[in-house]
T-cell receptor, first 113, second 110 residues
């Protein structure tokens, strides 16, 4: 199993550009989530999904869109990038059972100029 | 939503010293609590978790944590740290809507 994969690893955008961060998992996990990590602030939940076709907002959803058309993929879209979205983004997944371990991807480092 | 706070932002210990990292959560009902570790340049890994039952939880690499409901705390402990334990440690609470603390950076001096 590849686990949780994220692409790209690094990305530089200009203010106002749009892009999609990709996340995929091959563990047939129902639950998937996106976090951003900023220095001194830990990880903050952006959006999560408990299954295909179901998404919900987390702590910091503004400026980000998600959709979940398949169990495997959970892309994160920035419609109009802003410098405040410069961060490291992590995707994670686990089974429906909350007692199971949540696995994190390697992260995408995004810089918005 | 639940929240969690970690009071120690940076802890410096000598090798073989004992470790205790503080974590307090805001909600007094049913809680799912976690400790994660992030080694330099790597992604997060689960150290241990608590959902119910024995309040003393043992995880990987010799780490343990104690859930004290009356104090809303879930502190992480290790009797003797090794240089390889240098990392950032995050406490987290929640189920689907998970909240993380700001993290504690551990430096281990030889």
């Amino acid at each position: 199993n590849a686990g949780v994969t994220q692409t790209p690893k690094f990305q530089v955008l200009k203010t106002g550009q749009s892009m999609t961060l990709q996340c995929a998992q091959d563990m047939n996990h129902e639950y998937m989530s996106w976090y951003r990590q900023d220095p001194g602030m830990g990880l903050r939940l952006i959006h999560y999904s408990v299954g295909a076709g179901i998404t919900d907002q987390g702590e910091v959803p503004n400026g980000y869109n998600v959709s979940r058309s398949t169990t495997e993929d959970f892309p994160l879209r920035l419609l109009s990038a802003a410098p405040s979205q410069t961060s490291v983004y992590f995707c994670a997944s686990r089974s429906r059972r909350g007692t199971d371990t949540q696995y994190f991807g390697p992260g995408t480092r995004l810089t918005v100029l | 939503a639940q929240s969690v706070s970690q009071h120690n932002h940076h802890v410096i210990l000598s090798e073989a010293a004992s470790l205790e990292l503080g974590c307090n959560y805001s909600y007094g009902g049913t809680v799912n609590l976690f400790w994660y570790v992030q080694y330099p340049g790597q992604h997060l890994q689960l150290l241990l978790k608590y959902f119910s039952g024995d309040p003393l939880v043992r995880g990987i690499k010799g780490f343990e944590a104690e859930f004290i409901k009356s104090k809303f705390s879930f502190n992480l402990r290790k009797p003797s740290v090794h240089w390889s334990d240098a990392a950032e440690y995050f406490c987290a609470v929640g189920f689907n809507d998970m909240r993380f603390g700001a993290g504690t950076r551990l430096t281990v001096k030889p």
